[in-house]
């Protein structure tokens, strides 16, 4: 191999992986915290903003040459993620029934109308483009610059989602987030499937603003829509 190329291959390999360093330092360092900073307040730009870093990751990765996947056995992965989700799902309606029992089923009981809005439009505007974001764009610019243990990659995959939810500033969110970034990290590494991940995305979403959780997750305009 010719020195001269073997050097220029290298330094633009470094390149890229500091390109990419610098996309993950942004997408998913400085924005949250950003996100944090400004505060539920001006919460209105939330879903907005998730909607233009989807497009910018969707763009990123039609550029670079991505192996497809398959799902190995789909059905195997889906019947595990109704379990998962059934067993701890009562887990979890059981510890609010508990410990908070004013808030079990709050929502549905006092504004069904904006529960069943919740419903319908959370999985379609908010769980998919974090879907992408932090399943799709992650682990798959991630295998140039982090690495390749899979242990390791789930739980920084889960402590970057959480730390997603700072602008909701309460433990409660970011607890739940890194449980439920586990979860859906695991979910993508074995199945490879976007689809699966967002159905279970959006099964535990809906659940949390079901058993009455939802109110650790919204801006100061949502509160006063339950509060009413």
């Known amino acids: 191999m010719c020195p001269k190329w073997t050097s220029g291959f290298q330094q633009r390999l470094v390149g ?7 996309e993950f330092i942004v997408i998913f360092i400085v924005l949250p915290a950003l996100f944090a900073w400004w505060g539920t307040e001006r919460a209105s730009f939330i879903i907005p903003a998730l909607w233009i ?6 763009r990123v990765l039609k550029k670079v040459a991505v ?4 799902i190995t056995e789909p059905q195997a992965c889906l019947v595990r993620v109704l379990l998962r989700f059934a067993m701890l799902g009562a887990v979890l309606g059981v510890i609010v029934w508990q410990a908070t029992p004013q808030l079990l089923f709050k929502l549905p009981r006092e504004n069904p109308g904006l529960w069943l ?10 769980v998919f483009p974090q879907e992408y974001i ?21 739980i920084l995959n889960a ?16 607890a739940l987030t890194f449980a439920g970034g586990l979860m859906f990290a695991f979910t993508y590494r074995r199945s490879q ?5 967002c159905l279970e995305h959006s099964l535990w979403g809906c659940l949390i603003f079901t ?18």
């Open 193 to 197: 499937s976007l689809l699966l991940t």
């Open 16 to 22: 890229a992986r500091s390109s990419i360093r610098a």
């Open 134 to 154: 932090y399943r799709e764009y992650f682990f798959a610019r991630s295998v140039t610059v982090l690495p390749a243990n899979p242990v390791m990659l789930i």
């Open 67 to 70: 192996a497809p996947t398959l």
């Open 117 to 126: 809005l919740i419903m319908i439009l959370y999985p379609l505007l908010s």
């Open 53 to 58: 870093v989807t497009l910018y990751c969707w």
């Open 211 to 228: 058993v009455g959780l939802g109110e650790y997750f919204v801006g100061s305009t949502v509160k006063q829509l339950l509060a009413n």
């Open 159 to 174: 402590l970057l989602f959480a730390m997603a939810h700072l602008i909701f500033g309460n433990w409660q969110a970011l």
